[in-house]
């Protein structure tokens, strides 16, 4: 009898170990995320958290410079993006009618104003040379920048998403050259000044708070910034998502706060309210 109680014994502890390894030994969770940005700052402290709250979710970050990122998450070619703000998300799920939902705040990030070329915006020539982004949301914010700036005035009514056609007066007869967001810190070296995400300038090696010649203060109380924070977006069928929630969810965390202060350098905000 005591003998088949020890065999038992060693056929239980048997089949635990193997259960245990076939779990340690369990392929990852890969979810693909749509960025902008090759630095890996910001995610490595996301998988982390995930990792310290027990789930095995491995983070596969595509860069999606330079194209819309709601075509590639509306095909299924990424599970999530996170590269854009509320504005451009709403503007550009209007325009296309894709079914795609925000499922989480990450960061506001500042349009700087840099140059190459002068020091202030005081210096601008006449005539000179200002690149700005070619889409409609950031540039609408770029003008905004720029008429806060004083470099032009805007019509009253312009709103959250100014046009070129909105300036009313131009009294150094800037010229405007539309760029995608990626070219904006290239084109430095061939503009008199450029309005840049400091996201994009982070990336080019500037700092984006020392390296303006001219910088914005944002205050997430105030209304009109609201429309400038950036999301996490999913598909729609996809909103409850046991694993999605889970990133969202370790997004908003203190290690990934500490992350985005060194990978901004100080210059983007979290945007939203710390969960630990």
């Known amino acids: ?32 995320v749509g960025v902008t940005s090759d630095d890996p700052t910001i995610w490595d402290a996301v998988e982390g958290v995930l990792q310290e709250r027990g789930y095995n979710i491995e983070i596969k970050l595509v860069n999606l410079s330079g194209g819309n990122p709601n075509d590639n998450l509306a095909a299924g070619e990424i599970d999530l993006n996170a590269c854009q703000n509320y504005a451009y998300f709403d503007n550009n799920i209007a325009e296309l009618g894709y079914d795609l939902t925000a499922i989480g705040n990450t960061v506001i990030v500042p349009l700087n104003v840099f140059s190459n070329r002068i020091s202030s915006l005081d210096e601008l020539p006449d005539g000179g040379t200002i690149s700005v982004p070619n889409d409609v949301t950031n540039e609408g914010r770029a003008l905004n920048v720029l008429a806060q700036a004083g470099v032009i005035t805007l019509r009253e009514d312009a709103g959250n998403l100014p046009t070129l056609k909105d300036i009313v007066d131009n009294p150094r007869n800037i010229n405007f050259v539309e760029l995608d967001l990626s070219a904006l810190a290239r084109s430095l070296d061939d503009v008199d000044a450029a309005v840049i995400g400091c996201g994009y300038v982070v990336d080019s090696g500037l700092d984006p708070v020392e390296d303006a010649i001219y910088a914005t203060d944002v205050d997430l109380s105030d209304e009109r910034n609201q429309p400038y924070i950036n999301i996490i977006a999913a598909r729609t069928e996809d909103v409850d998502n046991e694993v999605y929630q889970a990133i969202v969810s370790a997004y ?17 905000l979290p945007a939203f309210e710390v969960e630990d």
Request: hydrophobic fraction near 55%; avoid cysteine; glycine fraction near 4%.
């Open 1 to 32: 009898m005591k003998n088949i109680f020890k065999l038992l014994l060693i056929a239980i502890l048997a089949l635990t170990l193997t259960a245990g390894a076939a779990l340690a030994e369990e392929a990852p969770i890969t979810v693909s």
């Open 252 to 268: 908003h965390t203190s290690p990934v706060v500490e992350a985005i202060r060194v990978q901004y350098k100080g210059a983007a």
